[in-house]
Structure formats: structure tokens, C-alpha cells
């Protein structure tokens, strides 16, 4: 475990311990505030995250902009945002289980060092990495679990409510329910400039 943050960003940023990392343009580490309470956890980098080196920048990431903003949170600011896996998967294909078991110490020592009340899965990938094997998005979005003292929650992929647009009002939902968990848990977030 490495105890500083840009050291863990240039350890990342050198990774070769996949294949993913011959077809990378960027490493996308992640963004946000490295002291945030509150982290969104995706699935991995699509094209245009790649091309840019940070999560969430295509449509989906802009829709996920919109809901963060609906609710105080914005990337540059109270919350911390990355992926189960760093490189892009070809052909934005899932990350396979040994790339996103390669790719894991480092999303480990992230949390470890930032700390979050609370952790949210965006889409199925990384809830059933996270939170549990089985987790259902349609049946258990918005879910409250607790695991080592971090609490978690699962809700719809920006591109899946691209694809499904009539999921958006549960998928917000949610959201709101992330607002007023915050409030109770970790209220500082709305203090963060
Ligand atoms: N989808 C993800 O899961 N993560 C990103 O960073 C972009 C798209």
C-alpha cells in the first residue's frame, strides 16, 4: 500500500500488469477530491475517457454531471470518482475478471487513503464486485448496505439511462436519496469548496 497519493497516481500510470495496458492512449486514474467522503466507483473507461485520462467525460458523463449537479455534488469539488478497471477494455467490452482483479490493489489503496463514508456503484460491473455477487441494479438501486463500516449503494449506469431513458426518474431518485444520506452521514461534503 502506498501511503501518497501522487505516488500511487504514477505507480497506476505505469501499470503494465494487463493487456489492457497495450491498447490504452491514458491511464484514467480517476477525478475529483481526494478529500471526499463520497466516491462513485463506474465500470472502466470508454473511448473518449481514454483519450482524455478522466472518467465519465462522454455522453453518459455528462448526464451524470446533471444528476451530480441536481443534488450539490460536482467532481470538481465534494466528491471522488473512478473505475474497477483503468485502461479501456477494446471495444468498450466488460473488463474481464483478471483485468479487473490486476487493476483492484489500486482501487483498494485509493479508498483506503481517501476514506469514504460512502461509496456508490455506478451499473451492475461494479456493484457485484463491490457490494455483492448476486446484486440485481433493477431490483436493489438505491439499497443502503454497510460493509467494514463504509455504506453502499448500487444504482443505474449513465449509459444505461442513455439506452433506457425511462429508468432516469429511478435513477435520480436514487440520487435524492444519496443527498439526504450524506446529510446524515457526512454533511461536511455540501461544506467542501
Ligand atoms: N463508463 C464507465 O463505467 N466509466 C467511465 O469512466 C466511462 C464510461
Not at 474497477?84 to 477494446?90: A, D, F, H
Amino acid at each position: 500500500m502506498v501511503q501518497n497519493w501522487e505516488q500511487l497516481r504514477e505507480a497506476a500510470c505505469r501499470c503494465e500488469k494487463c493487456g489492457l495496458a497495450a491498447t490504452r492512449n491514458n491511464v484514467v486514474f480517476g477525478v475529483g477530491n481526494p478529500r471526499a467522503r463520497v466516491m462513485f466507483i463506474g465500470e472502466g473507461p470508454g473511448e473518449n475517457e481514454d483519450l482524455q485520462g478522466e472518467p465519465f467525460v462522454g455522453r453518459g458523463g455528462q448526464l451524470l454531471d446533471k444528476m451530480l449537479a441536481a443534488v450539490d455534488l460536482d467532481r470538481k469539488k465534494n466528491i471522488y470518482i473512478a473505475n474497477m478497471v483503468k485502461c479501456r477494455p477494446p471495444k468498450n467490452r466488460d473488463p474481464l475478471p483478471e483485468e479487473m482483479e490486476q487493476c483492484m490493489p489500486y482501487l483498494r489503496n485509493q479508498t483506503a487513503l481517501i476514506r469514504p463514508k460512502i461509496i456508490v456503484c455506478l451499473g451492475r460491473i461494479s456493484a457485484i464486485q463491490l457490494i455483492k455477487q448476486d446484486f440485481k441494479v433493477t431490483r436493489e438501486h438505491g439499497e443502503w448496505f454497510e460493509k467494514n463500516g463504509t455504506l453502499m449503494m448500487g444504482t443505474f449506469h449513465p449509459a444505461a439511462l442513455l439506452r433506457n431513458p425511462n429508468q432516469k426518474p429511478a435513477g435520480l431518485d436514487d440520487f435524492i436519496h444519496l443527498r439526504e444520506k450524506i446529510l446524515e452521514v457526512c454533511p461536511e461534503t455540501y461544506e467542501m469548496e
